[in-house]
C-alpha cells in the first residue's frame, strides 16, 4: 500500500480552545436562561427578531420558495420518509414465554421531545431539515423542535423554513449556533426540554452536543464530513475526479480519500482534481482547495481485499465504490457511515434526496455505530412479568447468585418471596460453593 498523496494536517488540531470557548457559553445560558440565548443572538447571529417563527412567517417562506424548487424539497421529503417509513417497520414489540409462567418482552417508546439542529450558514442546509425533522416524526416523536441560523434582516431563508414547516417541526427557532442547541436542550422560549439532539453542524455545534450529552441524548460525537472513493481499472477518473471534489467542498478540512488499485487512474486524478476546483465559485474553491492540499490522500494498493482493508479500518462517513462486481462489495465492506454502489449513484445524492439518511458517523464512528434513524429517536425498553410457580426457580438461582456476589440485600428479596409463596417448603438458599 503505497501513499501517492499524504494528508499533512488533521482535524483534530482544529479543536484547540473549542470546548473552553462552547463550555462558558453553555453555562451562561443554562444560568442567565433566555436573556442570555438572546444576547448570543444578537452578538453571533446578527438577529434582533423575534425568536418563535410565526405561523405567519411559515405560510410567507412557502409563497416564496419557486415553485420547481418546492417541488424538488417535497420529492427529497419523500424519499426520506418512504426510507424512515421501512426503517420504522423493522423494529416492533415483541413478547415471549422464557420459561412457563415467565413472560418477557419488548416495547419501541419514541422519546417524548426532540430538537433538531438545522445548518445555515455558508450553505443552506435544506437537506438537513428534511434528513432530521421527517426522521424524527416518522419515529413517532410527539414534539418537534427545530433552530436554524437566521440571516440578519432576513431571518431563517425561505427554502429552510419552508423544508422544516413541511416535515413537521412543531416549533422553529430563529437561533443558530451554541446557543439554539443550548435552548432547546434547557427548554427555553416555551419548548419542552430536548431528550435528544440531533443534525449537523460546525464544530462549536458538534461541541455543545457532546458536552451536553449524558442527562440529553444526542445521534452521534460528529466531526468534519469526510468521504472516500474505492475505484478499480474500470472507473471513470472524470467521474471520480468530480466525486472527490464535491465532497471536498463542504469545508477546509473535510477528509477525501481516493483508494485505488489502478496507478493510471491515480495519476489521472491527482492531475484533474486541482484543475476541477480552480472552476469552482469562490467560496466553495477555497474550501475545495485547503480540503485537497492539506487533508486528502490517494491510497494505491495492491487489490481489492487491501482496498477493503484500508476502508474498513478508515471507516469513512461517506464510501463510493466504483468498481466491477458491485455485489462482492456490498458483501465485504463492513464499515462505513453510508454506502454507495456504482458511478449510477453519488454521495450528493444521499446527501440530498435519495432517502436513507444523510446525518453519519466521522472521524471512524462508523467501525462503531450507524447513522441518524428512526431507532435513533426510540426507546427499546423490556418489561416482565411471571406467575407464583415460574418466581420459584428464579428466585432460587437469584438468592444463590447474590450471596455468591455478596449482594445479601437482593438475596432476601428472593427469600422472602419465597417464603411467602411456598410457606411449607424448606429451601437451601446457600450458595454451590458453601452447600460443597
Not at 100 to 115: E, R, Y
Not at 155 to 180: E, F, H, K, N, T
Not at 279 to 299: C, G, M, Y
Not at 416 to 422: G, N, T, V, Y
Request: net charge negative; glycine share 8%.
Amino acid at each position: 500500500m503505497i501513499y501517492l498523496k499524504k494528508a499533512v494536517r488533521t482535524a483534530e488540531a482544529d479543536q484547540e480552545g473549542v470546548n473552553d470557548i462552547v463550555s462558558k457559553m453553555l453555562a451562561k445560558i443554562a444560568a442567565g436562561g433566555e436573556a442570555a440565548a438572546r444576547d448570543y443572538a444578537r452578538e453571533l447571529d446578527k438577529w434582533t427578531g423575534e425568536i418563535i417563527v410565526t405561523p405567519e412567517q411559515r405560510a410567507a417562506a412557502g409563497a416564496a420558495v419557486p415553485e420547481q424548487l418546492k417541488a424538488d424539497i417535497q420529492f427529497a421529503h419523500n424519499n426520506v420518509r418512504r426510507f424512515a417509513e421501512a426503517q420504522r417497520s423493522t423494529v416492533s414489540d415483541c413478547t415471549i414465554e422464557i420459561l412457563p409462567g415467565l413472560t418477557a418482552g419488548q416495547k419501541q417508546i419514541p422519546v417524548s421531545a426532540t430538537g433538531c439542529y438545522v445548518p445555515g450558514g455558508r450553505y443552506s442546509h435544506v437537506a438537513s431539515a428534511i434528513m432530521t425533522i421527517t426522521t424524527a416524526k416518522v419515529a413517532g416523536v410527539p414534539h418537534i423542535a427545530a433552530c436554524s441560523p437566521p440571516r440578519p434582516g432576513l431571518g431563517i431563508p425561505p427554502a429552510i423554513l419552508y423544508a422544516m414547516d413541511l416535515c413537521g417541526a412543531d416549533v422553529i427557532l430563529s437561533m443558530g449556533g451554541v446557543q439554539g442547541v443550548a435552548a432547546m436542550a434547557n427548554g427555553l422560549f416555551g419548548l419542552p426540554k430536548a431528550d435528544i439532539l440531533v443534525g449537523p453542524g460546525n464544530q462549536y455545534v458538534a461541541e455543545a452536543k457532546r458536552i451536553l450529552f449524558g442527562p440529553i441524548g444526542i445521534d452521534m460525537f460528529a466531526g468534519p464530513t469526510d468521504s472516500m472513493v474505492i475505484a478499480d481499472a474500470t472507473a471513470d477518473p472524470e467521474m471520480v475526479a468530480y466525486d472527490l471534489v464535491g465532497q471536498a467542498e463542504h469545508g477546509y478540512n473535510s477528509p477525501v480519500w481516493l483508494v485505488t488499485s489502478d496507478r493510471n487512474l491515480s495519476d489521472q486524478i491527482l492531475r484533474r482534481v486541482p484543475e476541477l476546483i480552480e472552476t469552482l465559485p469562490e467560496l466553495n474553491r477555497h474550501s475545495a482547495k485547503a480540503s485537497w492540499a492539506d487533508f486528502a490522500e490517494v491510497i494505491l494498493c495492491d487489490d481489492a481485499e487491501e482496498m477493503v482493508r484500508f476502508a474498513d479500518q478508515l471507516a469513512p462517513e461517506h464510501l463510493h465504490v466504483q468498481c466491477k462486481d458491485l455485489d462482492w462489495w456490498l458483501g465485504r465492506l463492513k464499515s462505513y457511515g453510508s454506502l454507495f454502489l456504482g458511478e449510477e449513484t453519488t454521495v450528493a445524492f444521499g446527501d440530498k434526496t435519495s432517502g436513507p439518511n444523510h446525518v453519519l458517523p466521522t472521524s471512524g464512528a462508523a467501525r462503531y455505530t450507524g447513522g441518524l434513524s428512526v431507532h435513533k429517536f426510540m426507546k427499546t425498553v423490556t418489561w416482565q412479568r411471571a406467575t407464583r410457580e415460574a418466581s420459584r426457580p428464579l428466585a432460587e438461582a437469584t438468592a444463590r447468585i447474590s450471596r455468591l456476589e455478596g449482594m445479601e440485600g437482593h438475596a432476601r428479596s428472593a427469600d422472602i418471596r419465597l417464603s411467602k409463596f411456598f410457606p411449607e417448603e424448606d429451601f437451601d438458599l446457600r450458595p454451590a460453593q458453601v452447600r460443597s
